[in-house]
């Protein structure tokens, strides 16, 4: 099971394989495309490109991706990556073979409908000035699933495979939810990413990099309020509207997020790590790691270690 990972059902294993590389199985709906993709041999320089904007999520296997005006990355399951219309992809597939495909998921999602759902979050949920509006992203985007996009696209695929006469309804539904969704993480990562500029200016960049400087030790709701000069319920409300975590969560997130960085330093031990993450509960602190990324800390440096050869 991969980190968040996405699951294709009995369902889906019923489909026909007509080729070895980017073999694609489609479902249309009225506002989107959705195509799993799979490959079962090596190959290099795969293009791969959509008229819409689309997001890929990988499901099994590795992907080297190229892409416009971005040094190559490793693509990973548990990963997606958001681009835009007209888009154009080259693809390695260095590992795939017959015993261990490569499978990714493509959606392409109708303008219109994002557009539709951008004026809609605005409408009903609107930002304080210093935010500025909801929007979509219009770049290429990489982001680690968590566990509501995860949820998400395994529903949406459970959707499109039924045959419930509602369908269509259904995935719309569905595509609303993930636009919201995603409109969030890219608030929250960027707001996280340019906090220096943003600190002086806005209460939770403020917090957000207050957190960042504090990982290694505990940190309350109460002391997060204090540095909002907000009350504590206020602050709640304000951060999960605009992280679309509450402080607890996003606080694990960043911790996570620190321990797989040190988990590429060798001289660290998984101990070492953990109280480096501000957990003094090494169980706890193993929990909230496979919590996010269904691997253990010392499966996902032995992860590591075998992706680096």
């Not at 090596?42 to 490109?49: H, I, K, M, N």
């Not at 693509?75 to 888009?87: F, R």
């Not at 509602?166 to 340019?194: G, P, S, Y």
């Amino acid at each position: 099971m991969t980190q968040h990972g996405i699951v294709l059902g009995p369902a889906f294993q019923k489909r026909t394989l007509e080729q070895l590389v980017e073999n694609r199985t489609s479902f249309q709906g009225s506002h989107s495309e959705l195509h799993i993709y799979e490959t079962h041999a090596t190959a290099r320089a795969v293009s791969l490109q959509f008229r819409e904007p689309v997001l890929t999520s990988m499901i099994m296997g590795k992907k080297v991706m190229h892409l416009q005006g971005i040094k190559a990355f490793d693509y990973m399951p548990g990963e997606s990556l958001i681009l835009p219309g007209n888009e154009p992809m080259q693809i390695d597939f260095p590992e795939a073979s017959a015993t261990t495909p490569t499978k990714c998921l493509a959606l392409a999602i109708s303008p219109d409908l994002i557009r539709d759902t951008v004026a809609y979050v605005n409408d009903r949920m609107p930002r304080v000035a210093e935010e500025g509006e909801w929007g979509f992203m219009e770049d290429n985007y990489h982001l680690l699933n968590d566990a509501s996009v995860s949820s998400l696209l395994n529903r949406l695929i459970g959707v499109f495979l039924e045959g419930n006469t509602a369908r269509d309804i259904f995935v719309d539904l569905c595509l609303q939810e993930l636009l919201i969704r995603l409109m969030q993480t890219r608030a929250r990562n960027l707001l996280v990413q340019q906090y220096a500029q943003y600190r002086n200016s806005h209460r939770m960049a403020h917090v957000a990099a207050y957190i960042r400087e504090n990982l290694y030790r505990s940190i309350s709701v109460g002391e997060l309020a204090s540095q909002a000069c907000m009350s504590e319920p206020a602050f709640f409300r304000s951060f999960k509207h605009q992280f679309g975590l509450t402080p607890i969560e996003y606080i694990n997130q960043e911790r996570i997020t620190l321990a797989k960085q040190l988990l590429n330093e060798k001289h660290l031990s998984v101990t070492e790590i953990s109280f480096a993450c501000g957990y003094n509960n090494m169980s706890y602190f193993i929990s909230q790691f496979k919590k996010q990324l269904a691997f253990t800390p010392t499966q996902w440096r032995h992860r590591l270690k075998k992706s680096s050869h």
